[in-house]
């Protein structure tokens, strides 16, 4: 079992609406970061939380510590919102480590 | 300036051949990373240089040699490689320390091992 669990592992949604995807860890942590991935490979850190709530723009974040949960909401969803969403971890106390999930690949159709 | 560069973009190399990738950020971040990744997989990670030390290598062949000469440069050099090692090469970088640093990746080398 992965240390850090995405889901849903693959997500299609009509423009406009109003995405979720979710990022559980089994280990300690002292942040989480929420990456994009366009095809082509460059990596863009959206987010990086240790607590509570952040948004940018249409991109929200959250992460619960008790529950070791966050989630990653995208609000009036965009084709160019298509792109592969990682949540990273990173581990207490070593925190050079990133532990990756596996990824959620969004595809939003006009 | 807040990039990290990386060369080259597309690399094509025999099994015998020697090459190295290189990455560059001027931000002054502490924490130089690796990561590999095969197709529509996440990354891995394979070392982790801090204040121009290897603190981590996640048990790397040896084939795969890190080298940090700066705080703004990072090499990974490339000898005897095989095909399986075709993928592409991220490198990151971070500042701060603990859970205060923002996390920024290059676009990547793509490596192909014939």
């Known amino acids: 079992k992965n240390e850090v669990e995405q889901s849903p592992q693959n997500l299609t949604a009509q423009e406009g609406e109003f995405i979720t995807i979710n990022c559980s860890y089994s280990?300690?942590?002292?942040?989480l970061h929420w990456l994009q991935q366009h095809p082509g490979g460059g990596i863009v850190s959206l987010f990086m939380l240790s607590s509570g709530k952040k948004k940018h723009g249409r991109l929200i974040a959250t992460i619960n510590i008790q529950e070791k949960h966050s989630s990653l909401h995208i609000t009036a969803s965009h084709p160019r919102d298509s792109a592969v969403y990682i949540c990273a971890a990173l581990q207490r106390p070593n925190t050079d480590k990133l532990i990756f999930g596996t990824g959620t690949r969004l595809q939003v159709f006009p | 300036d807040t990039e990290v560069t990386q060369t080259p973009k597309h690399l094509v190399m025999g099994m015998t051949n020697k090459k190295s990738l290189k990455c560059e950020q001027h931000?002054?971040?502490?924490?130089m990373y690796w990561y590999k990744q095969k197709a529509k997989k996440p990354p891995e990670l394979m070392f982790v240089?801090?204040?121009?030390?290897?603190?981590i290598n996640e048990s790397v062949p040896s084939r795969f040699s890190p080298e940090c000469p700066n705080s703004s440069l990072l090499n990974l050099h490339l000898h005897a490689l095989q095909p399986e090692d075709s993928a592409l090469y991220l490198c990151?970088?971070?500042?701060?320390?603990?859970?205060?640093?923002?996390?920024?990746f290059g676009e990547g080398s793509r490596l192909t091992v014939l």
């Open positions: 931000m002054g971040h502490r924490a």
């Open positions: 990151a970088s971070r500042t701060g320390t603990g859970s205060t640093g923002e996390l920024f």
């Open positions: 280990v300690g942590i002292s942040a």
């Open positions: 240089y801090s204040y121009e030390k290897l603190s």
